[in-house]
């Protein structure tokens, strides 16, 4: 015959939280490793339960897990909240259509008159099972609202943690305990606390797409403990964008007071953390919801517009979400918005061709906007207007600081293909340039002895006679030979067109 406790297991389902298991497995085993109040607790019989305190049995007394009485009281309503049909004490199935509105009643004003019974007697409502939970943790169901209420009254500790970094509220998510959620944020019950894998409650809120939890979270966000949100809806739709949380960020704009115009303290929207989350999914979402298409003119506090997230950040299918935006728009304002600059004068096509991506994923990011009209450098956002200018002080011509940190990252990339070829580039910079004799030579050794990537920075930095940079672009050009010649190729243009 199956055994009580393999029923219980048996009836688990996948939905079913940690404690819920925990509960229904402990409950049984408690009627023969058990103290006498855990039993008399489990049968709900509050004579009995009256009669062993005053005849001096400990209400905090644990059994074999370390749960006391009144988590063993919980383990009794909840198993009789599951609607099960018994058979000598062995659960056989679940009833899902009863009203047990009145049974309901009478099992939580027992429930609630057995607690206080605890309570009177001196009851910690805080002691901790060995798996770290507390009463409070037990006490997530909605049938158990009251006796929640009861022991928040008795100096429950609102947002204790147990083992795996999980407070009740977490609990009540997971179960989708509305009432006992209610009751908890109405308590100031942290709406941030983390479990051990760095999932807050609200976090679960928002990955498990429960609506009517996320109206909740938005009723009490004046009351909850929050973490430094002036927007508490704007940071939420932003959460709810990192989590690919499609419904629920379409039921913030539709319900909660937020645009997608809402910029956090970087300045970032919900479309640069779809761009980042390389959710297209999400981005086409936005994208309807947005009738004015602000969510493409909107840059951060660096500048950088969805445009230059996504050359920096994302992959072509972001990009190509956003040049199909962009097709959509009309007017003026939005003809530069591929060519647009951020605070440090980079375009996205710049932002690209600059990334840490690998070269192939970089290459076609580029070859993307290059087809699309993309410019590598804005010579009006560069110092003097151009990206090799003459310098009376540095007495020679020298380059901008975007022309430099291209080369520098390039060329360094190209050190495995073709050394020779960049000490090739090296030496021709270094004769071009107006130094000392003793200063040329020894750059000349460093270059000679294997040291050419490493003096590419220092020599970039020196100024070349204007009859050297029709010598400079054709050593650019002997790059375009490289896997990253694609670059090199972009670059040499537009420096060529600039100089001419």
């Not at 429960?210 to 508490?232: I, K, S």
């Not at 070349?464 to 672009?473: D, S, Y």
Request: proline share 3%.
């Amino acid at each position: 015959m199956v055994t009580e406790l393999q029923a219980l297991r048996q009836m688990e389902t996948p939905n079913a939280s940690p404690t819920q298991q925990e509960a229904e497995a402990s409950s049984r085993e408690n009627q023969k490793f058990g103290s006498s109040l855990h039993n008399a607790a489990l049968e709900g019989d509050i004579a009995l339960v009256e009669e062993a305190l005053k005849a001096g049995a400990s209400p905090d007394t644990g059994d074999k897990w370390k749960l006391t009485p009144i988590m063993a009281l919980f383990v009794r309503h909840g198993l009789q909240e599951t609607r099960c049909i018994f058979q000598e004490r062995t659960p056989v199935r679940r009833l899902l259509v009863m009203d047990c509105r009145e049974e309901d009643a009478k099992r939580t004003a027992t429930t609630v008159a057995i607690l206080n019974l605890f309570l009177q007697h001196g009851a910690n409502p805080n002691v901790r099972s060995d798996r770290g939970k507390t009463a409070l943790h037990y006490a997530i169901s909605d049938g158990l609202c009251e006796a929640a209420r009861v022991l928040l009254d008795a100096g429950a500790s609102i947002d204790a943690q147990d083992e795996d970094g999980r407070t009740p509220l977490y609990c009540a998510v997971q179960e989708r305990s509305l009432l006992v959620i209610h009751l908890l944020l109405n308590n100031r019950a942290s709406i941030d606390l983390e479990d051990n894998s760095g999932v807050s409650p609200l976090s679960l809120g928002i990955q498990n797409e429960h609506l009517d939890v996320m109206q909740l979270f938005l009723n009490h966000h004046a009351l909850v403990a929050t973490r430094e949100r002036l927007d508490f809806a704007g940071e939420v739709l932003l959460e709810a964008v990192d989590a690919k949380s499609v419904d629920v960020v379409r039921f913030l704009l539709e319900n909660a007071d937020v645009t997608l115009d809402y910029q956090n303290e970087a300045g970032e929207t919900a479309m640069h953390h779809a761009i980042v989350q390389h959710s297209t999914q999400m981005m086409r979402t936005i994208w309807t919801l947005d009738s004015t298409g602000q969510c493409l003119r909107k840059a951060t506090a660096k500048g950088e517009n969805c445009f230059h997230f996504a050359a920096r950040l994302g992959t072509t299918l972001e990009l190509e979400v956003l040049l199909e935006f962009r097709d959509q728009i009309t007017g003026d304002p939005n003809q530069d918005l591929l060519n647009s600059i951020d605070s440090f004068g980079s375009t996205p096509l710049f932002a690209a061709a600059t990334s840490r991506y690998r070269v192939p994923d970089r290459q076609a990011k580029m070859q993307l906007l290059l087809a699309n009209g993309a410019v590598l450098l804005r010579n009006e956002a560069l110092p003097g207007g151009l990206p090799l200018r003459s310098s009376s002080a540095a007495s020679g011509v020298i380059v901008c600081f975007q022309v430099w940190k291209c080369l520098v990252l390039w060329i360094a990339e190209c050190r495995e293909e073709n050394e020779a070829l960049v000490r090739d580039f090296c030496t021709k910079w270094i004769t071009g340039v107006h130094v000392k004799a003793k200063l040329m030579t020894v750059l000349n050794l460093a270059v000679c002895a294997g040291f050419a990537v490493d003096v590419v920075p220092l020599l970039l930095l020196l100024p070349q006679t204007e009859g050297a940079i029709p010598v400079f672009l054709r050593s650019l050009e002997a790059f375009n030979g490289c896997s990253n010649g694609l670059q090199f190729d972009c670059l040499t243009r537009e420096l060529r067109a600039s100089w001419i």
